[in-house]
């Protein structure tokens, strides 16, 4: 798993604070076969991309109001749904 988390901060007067930023992650599955079942695609490649948005706005001295925007990006699986296969052995 690799992780990269990238944000900056801005205070414009005394009464908004803006942040933004960006982040990747990358993860790999490796999935071996057990003895009864065994999963297909045995390997994946997974990539989660991200960036936002926020301001957090002083109203009053108790009382501040926070609004943000977020767009998560996940890349798909080759396969949707991960077939199990069962083995079972036989004589004849």
Do not use: K
Request: aromatic share 12%; net charge negative; no cysteine.
């Amino acid at each position: 798993l690799f992780d990269f988390e990238l944000q900056h901060g801005l205070s414009i007067g005394s009464a908004h604070r803006l942040v933004w930023g960006a982040g990747y992650r990358y993860g790999r599955d490796d999935v071996e076969d057990g003895f009864l079942v065994g999963f297909r695609p045995t390997q994946r490649d997974l990539h989660w991309m991200n960036v936002y948005a926020q301001d957090d706005v002083r109203l009053r001295s108790n009382l501040s109001l926070n609004l943000g925007l977020r767009y998560e990006f996940i890349t798909t699986p080759t396969e949707v749904i991960l077939r199990a296969i069962l083995r079972l052995t036989g004589n004849g």
